[in-house]
């Protein structure tokens, strides 16, 4: 191995150092500039919580360089800085919050804070305890069926929050299991699709051009799309089940490069919303108020039938009134959504106080992070690997298309949290499990790209790398 591959690992572990510290200081002076800019002066908590910041950048740096050395070096700093611009937002909505107390919104910055210290230690045990991400692949089945228990289980759950029911209460706690079985399909997806891409991909007959799939390998997908209509009717759930179908159409195409699935996927997807809209009332309200978001300042009588919510509405003018620097970051209403402002609708108060060009960044800063993914699972080697990185990859945007569709009036809203940034224990550990398995994938993937260092002892040994075999499923035709 020459000096230059030997150097390149500890010189992506620098990229990534210099680029945490800059996340820390982004972070830290947001937190202070926010109680400044609102209060005038310094929040007395900022030692503390500078100290925190620092810590949740430099231990998972320290285990990354001890335990995936060749990991893409920009994968945990975007994902931290995300997390850092959540936790200014949140501390900036607790201010005003606190400050109206009708609003009857709990303080939410401290407890996401507390959150975003477990999904780093969970990331933290992922990469110490999982050495080879095809390991996952002897274990699809069972992670499929957990899976389906953890979709299924908020069904029976009393908890039935703001018309959906995607929530398990756990005593004082509640988890969204649907943000840890979108991470469990993936996995369950790629291990399949791995086994049986060639009889996806080389089986049909082609109609008008388009190669279409034989009736018996449609199975698969028409299982998916009733699961996730089921999950539709059953929860309420527009947002799960749109990112639990779109994983598996993205994965599918991956794995088979035929179009004739995404043009299944689709007219199956809009066929399935298309009939449970107009069936389901909850689901039918949040069409009506993306079709007619301003009909609810109309008197009550001259309203759309199931139109009972402001927020599309209130969400439209919070963007409008930013324009494109925004008001300044504090200097902006968007309390004026509700309960739901730190949640699915925190991209308002990105929008109001830090305007067009502040959505831009955020969502550039998505665009990266799943880019980084996405680049992980193309010099990946094995299929597998290359599967799941690009199904992570795929939910991420995904969740945030759902999400930025939702509060902009592009689609429906689906009451989904955006990744990282908005208030959710649940959706901050999965986001950070997620963030883990990238990290491990492509460490592997830049391992496999590197020869070995021949050993001193036996100077004329092969140069190449050799990887452990993984014992699974033989492919079709081994």
Not at 11 to 30: D, H, K, Q, S, Y
Not at 187 to 212: E, I, K, P
Not at 253 to 264: D, I
Not at 414 to 431: D, E, I, R, Y
Request: hydrophobic content about 50%.
């Amino acid at each position: 191995m020459t000096f230059a591959a030997l150097a390149h690992a500890p010189n992506r572990r620098r990229t990534e150092a210099w680029l945490l510290g800059f996340v820390v200081f982004i972070t830290v002076f947001g937190y202070a500039y926010t109680e400044l800019s609102m209060k005038g002066q310094l929040p007395g908590g900022l030692a503390g919580f500078a100290v925190s910041v620092f810590f949740i950048a430099l231990v998972p740096h320290l285990v990354v360089r001890r335990f995936a050395p060749r990991a893409d070096p920009l994968i945990l700093p975007l994902a931290t800085l995300l997390t850092g611009i959540g936790l200014v937002l949140l501390h900036r909505l607790d201010i005003t919050y606190a400050e109206k107390p009708r609003l009857q919104q709990a303080q939410a910055a401290t407890g996401q804070l507390v959150w975003t210290v477990i999904g780093v230690a969970v990331c933290i045990a992922i990469l110490m305890v999982l050495r080879d991400h095809r390991l996952l692949q002897r274990y699809i089945y069972l992670t499929m069926a957990v899976a389906l228990v953890m979709l299924m289980a908020p069904a029976f759950s009393p908890a039935d929050q703001f018309g959906a029911k995607r929530w398990i209460l756990l005593g004082p706690l509640s988890l969204q299991p649907g943000e840890f079985v979108k991470i469990m399909i993936v996995v369950f997806f790629a291990g399949y699709l791995t086994v049986n891409r060639d009889a996806l991909a080389l089986s049909g007959r082609r109609v008008m051009g388009m190669q279409l799939p034989p009736g018996r390998q449609l199975g698969p997908i028409f299982t998916i799309w009733v699961i996730s209509l089921l999950v539709l009717v059953f929860e309420r759930d527009l947002g799960t089940s749109l990112i639990f179908f779109g994983v598996f159409v993205i994965m599918l195409y991956m794995a088979t490069e035929r179009t004739s699935w995404v043009v299944c996927g689709l007219l199956m997807a809009v066929v399935g919303a298309g009939v449970v809209g107009s069936i389901e009332p909850h689901v039918k309200g949040r069409v009506m108020a993306w079709l007619h978001p301003m009909d609810i300042f109309l008197p009550e009588n001259k309203r759309p039938p199931g139109l009972i919510s402001d927020q599309a509405a209130q969400a439209l003018f919070s963007f409008g009134s930013g324009g494109i620097g925004g008001s300044g970051l504090g200097q902006g209403h968007p309390e004026l959504i509700g309960f739901a402002g730190n949640s699915d609708f925190i991209l308002t108060t990105v929008g109001e106080e830090l305007g067009l060009a502040g959505v831009m960044a955020v969502l550039l800063l998505y665009a990266l992070l799943a880019q980084r993914g996405l680049r992980a699972g193309l010099t990946a080697r094995d299929p597998f690997g290359k599967l799941v990185a690009v199904g992570l990859a795929g939910a991420l945007l995904l969740q945030v298309f759902v999400v930025t569709g939702g509060v902009t009036g592009l689609i429906p809203l689906t009451g989904k949290a955006l990744p990282f940034l908005a208030k959710g224990g649940s959706s901050m550990v999965a986001n950070w499990v997620m963030v883990a398995v990238l990290l491990r994938v492509s460490d592997s993937a830049q391992r496999r790209r590197e020869p070995v260092r021949p050993s001193p002892e036996r100077p004329d040994a092969d140069a190449t790398q050799r990887v452990p075999r993984i014992s699974g499923p033989p492919a079709p035709g081994a």
